[in-house]
């Protein structure tokens, strides 16, 4: 049985991985996968540890899926779970580019690069074939993940070398094995950020401006006409405004 090593360095917003023939460390190709969010099903990459990968072929189409017995039999009927472990089912390795196309899989790439200003691995296609053709007429290969310390203030390592370099924050942070190393963040990652604060500061302003004029609107009365309508018409947005926001919130 072939035997490959998925050696992985974990961020923040994505695991990036090296995978190479076990027998003598050639690397075959780069990997991404989802962070590590406690082996959580469809947003966690999978615990490090020895699993098969099995490959099924079904409608002239190849899929791997990988699982922790060799024995698991594999299906894609609705309902099915091919189990990788005891949390998770369902995992392949398969193409795509960035973490939008992964739901706890782990996707192969010739090179790590920049797709629609994510980090990605590119030329999936290729390398996929590459493995299949590495993987040869075995429907089965023994796969062993393994983590890695990355340097405080380093860059990643020689799997970057070719295409372009991470700068990695120096504040390392506990990952599923010894540590996790936090990479400089995507745009999109700013931009949902920022989103969330500006909600966060037009929900909290929003929810104090209806509270204060709820508090006050027994003095309404007392302003001339032009000003009740004008107070009465913001008291009323400023209260759908607010529940509108912590609608928002709450999704």
Known sequence: MKRAQLTRTYSKYATFGTLSDSHDMTPLMQTLELPWLDNQNDISCIKEG???VKKFVEDGKTYLYIVKDRDQELSREPGFKNWCDKKRFNVRMHTGNTVEDITGCVVVG??????????????????FKKLLTWLGKDDIFELQIVGRWVERNAVFPEIMKDSYQIPINTIPRRGPSKTEVIVETPAYIKDA??????????????TALYSGLKQGKGNVDNLTPRWQRIAKGILRIAEVVSKLFIVFKGG
Not at 193 to 206: A, L, V, Y
Request: charged share 35%; glycine share 2%; aromatic share 20%.
């Open 110 to 127: 010739s090179k790590f690069g920049r797709h629609m200003d994510y980090h990605a691995v590119l030329e999936s296609r290729d390398a």
């Open 50 to 52: 020895l699993y098969y």
């Open 193 to 206: 950020i920022e989103m969330n604060e500006m909600k966060e500061k037009f929900t909290r302003f929003f």
